[in-house]
């Protein structure tokens, strides 16, 4: 039999933390549920909204902002993704008198990314409430605001 | 069956299982939800064949980024999230027949193929050398990702704002 | 650990182009848009400058440890790309002025994408060859929604989208099937490593992933059968980004369909029918598809998809031993030329018309412009192939390679469906010298615009003169 060892392991840990975060949860509320009142009225069974009564459906529209801060979070997910071996083996490369050329390769590649967070940044697509300073400087001036 | 054979077919089961249900169910929202199983299944078949550093990146940024931002997507279009979308239709032959083809050819890769490249022992950690890969031969590749995200991002910025003007 | 191998200034053109795109988007942050009508300048000093290094090339070794290749292709396609920036990024800055579009997203954007094209043109790997054709398809998937507030440009943008990423899931699968067969990435070494697997299970793997491969760039060639998305993709992205779509990317994507097709010719029994089977019914369809369009973008557009026919032909060629990209190469330029100056002639025209491109537009264009109605002569004459133009070198060389590698049957199509492109190409030079305008009054051009179209027609009417010119050029570069 092949066991699981080394990396497979460290995930296997992983793995089990989930299926027991995952049991705690099942196990918990069905064994409440043989001890637990059962009475439900129609009032009870209504969604609960902080004691409000809900109106209107809630697939309402959401704010674009939230896309647009999505889009900026995933280009540095993939960032940090590319970050990570290079870190693993930054000391290697130090050790071997390389630290500065791959540091500088790197320096390169979050430079690049970072120019695209300045953009977004200095073009008001991160401030919440938008108000449109140059985008479109003819309807700006004809008082145009998002 | 030991345990990993077992760990194997069930990450797999995951996949398929989640996949056919994205593939076929008519709410958007669901197909969306069911996909977070279809790249766990993915995540975890990675970390069954050794690829430790890319079962991380299918999590981190297929579950953490990419699928965020799909269910963003249907969530910040108006019509997106109650709408019925038509499973099959017309061109239901023409895609059973490219998946077939596509199908066959899988198989082919899994069943005849001997691949010149394939080691005989896993490394333990794959991190290392892929960071030793991009620092070195693949550096150019490595250095046109960053273009191709920051083009990417600045045109579905732009875009973005586009739609965002029409209200 | 060697670095050797690293030798950045094989890249060097690319990085300058990259760099400019960077460059714009920064100081469109920094100055808050104050200065775009600068960034034009910007943008257009990257390029010169990296046409001065393509040519007056540092170095003729490979890149990046063999990544970026600087061979004759590589410098034919960087300087078919660099010229069609040269020719379209002034016209296109006008025209996104003259239409409320964002300029710096438009430079970037374009830089962007041509930075991935001049990839593609010297790919050394098949790593870099899609990362390459990524990034130039998502600039332009982009670029084609530039005109936001436009439901074509908008559709133009999505379907283009969803078009290419399925060629990019089909060419990525071919890929990995086709180089985890060869057992190598590097793609001049595809062709050894295929010999060793012949005739094992893992043939039929390999030729699996070639085929895909080829399929998702004729795809993105937009080649018959996977066509269907280029006339809506190019009528309704905006006229400046379509113009560079069937050009630059054209070019660029040939040329990395040149390189993957020349290091398999030795299984080219697999592709070559396929690819002819393609090349064939993109000519027939192609041509006649163009000739009964009344709009002028849309004719472009299918006479666009004609000229991938030859292309492919050209390609075939390349399938039988001997046969260099030569015809290929040489037909790129002349075409790049004469579409970048048709398509801006046609924003032009159609603005001062209906705004619609009407091929009616044109009646009587020689009363009111004689000079543009005779450089539009010569560019769709060019096209067409009429000698002494280059479009005539260009075709004559792609048929004759096709006849030396034995294809004679698709060469005689060619030359018929030729015939077909004549009358469509002929229709707008007859209404503009033989009908009445239906509008008087001049129609001037401004200064970059008249720029583009005469150097356009005159470097037409040199290729076609000179056509080594060109062909020692490329030849005299990394050999």
Redesign the interface.
């Known amino acids: 039999m092949q066991s699981m060892q080394g990396m497979q392991f460290a995930f296997g840990v992983v793995l089990m933390f989930m299926v027991m975060g995952l049991l705690i949860g099942i196990v918990a509320l069905t064994l409440s549920s043989f001890i637990r009142p059962h009475n439900p009225t129609e009032q009870k069974l209504q969604i609960y909204e902080c004691g409000e009564e809900p109106v209107g459906s809630p697939w309402m529209q959401f704010n674009n902002r939230f896309y647009t801060v999505a889009l900026v979070f995933i280009l540095f997910d993939v960032e940090v993704v590319f970050l990570f071996p290079w870190a693993v083996i930054f000391n290697d490369f130090i050790k071997q008198g390389l630290g500065a050329f791959i540091f500088a390769e790197m320096a390169v590649f979050v430079g690049i990314l970072a120019l695209g967070l300045v953009y977004a940044w200095a073009k008001g697509d991160l401030e919440w409430v938008r108000t449109r300073r140059f985008m479109k400087p003819a309807a700006a001036r004809k008082g145009g605001v998002a | 069956m ?3 054979t077992l ?1 194997e077919l069930m990450f797999g089961l995951l996949t398929v299982a989640s996949a056919i249900w994205v593939a076929f169910t008519p709410k958007l929202l669901h197909a969306g939800f069911s996909l977070l199983f279809t790249f766990f299944g993915v995540a ?1 078949l990675y ?2 064949l ?1 690829a ?2 890319l ?3 299918q999590v ?2 297929y579950i ?3 699928l ?2 799909l269910l ?2 249907i ?4 019509a997106m ?2 709408a019925e979308l038509t499973v099959g239709g017309t061109r239901r032959g023409q895609g059973l027949a490219l998946g077939m083809l ?1 199908l066959g ?1 899988l198989l ?2 899994v ?7 394939s080691m005989n022992a896993l490394p ?2 794959t ?2 050398d ?3 890969g ?33 209200q | 650990m060697d670095f050797s191998g690293l030798n950045v200034a094989a890249l060097l053109p690319e990085l300058l182009v990259s760099g400019g795109g960077l460059l714009v988007m920064a100081l469109h942050a920094a100055f808050r848009g104050r200065q775009d009508r600068q960034l034009v300048w910007v943008s257009l000093a990257s390029v010169v400058a990296a046409l001065a290094f393509c040519l007056n090339p540092l170095t003729v070794e490979p890149g990046y440890f063999g990544s970026a290749l600087s061979d004759p292709m590589a410098f034919a396609g960087r300087i078919t790309v660099l010229a069609a920036l040269v020719l379209l990024l002034p016209g296109g800055v006008a025209y996104a002025r003259s239409r409320n579009l964002p300029q710096a997203e438009y430079l970037s954007l374009s830089l962007f994408a041509a930075t991935g094209m001049m990839a593609l043109a010297s790919a050394g790997d098949l790593i870099v060859l899609f990362l390459a054709v990524e990034v130039l398809s998502i600039s332009l998937y982009c670029l084609a929604g530039l005109m936001g507030e436009r439901e074509s440009s908008r559709q133009a943008a999505l379907t283009y989208f969803l078009a290419g990423s399925f060629a990019s899931g089909f060419l990525l699968f071919g890929m990995a099937l086709l180089s985890g067969s060869a057992g190598t990435l590097d793609i001049a070494a595809l062709g050894t490593g295929l010999a060793r697997v012949s005739g094992t299970g893992t043939q039929w793997v390999a030729l699996g992933g070639v085929v895909l491969m080829i399929a998702g760039l004729l795809f993105k060639v937009g080649a018959v059968p996977f066509h269907s998305w280029v006339a809506e993709v190019y009528s309704g992205s905006p006229t400046v980004v379509t113009a560079f779509m069937s050009t630059a990317a054209k070019a660029a994507a040939f040329a990395g369909f040149g390189r993957v097709l020349l290091a398999l010719g030795s299984v080219s029994e697999a592709w070559v029918p396929l690819v002819g089977i393609c090349a064939g019914a993109t000519m027939i369809l192609g041509n006649f598809t163009a000739l009964v369009q009344g709009n002028f973008k849309r004719m472009l557009a299918f006479s666009s998809v004609a000229h991938a026919g030859y292309l492919l032909l050209g390609l075939m060629a390349v399938g039988a031993a001997g046969e260099s990209l030569e015809a290929v190469i040489f037909y790129l330029l002349p075409y790049v030329l004469a579409n970048a100056a048709l398509f801006l002639v046609a924003a032009k025209v159609s603005q001062a018309g209906s705004g619609n491109y009407k091929l009616d537009d044109y009646k009587g264009l020689a009363r009111r412009n004689p000079w543009l109605a005779g450089l539009l002569a010569l560019l769709l004459l060019g096209l067409a192939g009429m000698p002494p133009l280059a479009g005539f070198m260009g075709k004559f060389m792609v048929f004759s390679a096709a006849v030396r590698a034995g294809h004679t049957g698709l060469a005689v199509l060619g030359i018929l469906t030729s015939v077909v492109a004549v009358f469509t190409y002929l229709r707008p030079v007859v209404y503009a010298w033989f009908h009445e305008p239906e509008e008087s009054g001049a129609l001037n051009l401004d200064g970059g615009l008249a720029f583009v179209v005469w150097v356009a027609g005159a470097g037409l009417l040199l290729l076609g003169l000179w056509p080594r010119l060109w062909l020692d050029l490329c030849a005299g570069i990394g050999v």
Do not use: Q
């Open positions: 030991d345990i990993k760990l975890g970390v069954m050794g430790d550093f079962a991380a990146v981190l940024v953490g980024g990419i965020v931002l963003f997507g969530l910040l279009t108006t999230p109650t596509l050819l082919l890769a069943f005849r193929a001997g691949w010149p490249l333990e950690t991190a290392s892929i960071g030793k991009f620092m070195t031969t693949w550096l150019l590749p490595f250095e046109v990702a960053s273009i191709l995200l920051l083009g990417a991002m600045l045109g579905a910025l732009h875009l973005a704002r586009r739609a965002g003007e029409d």
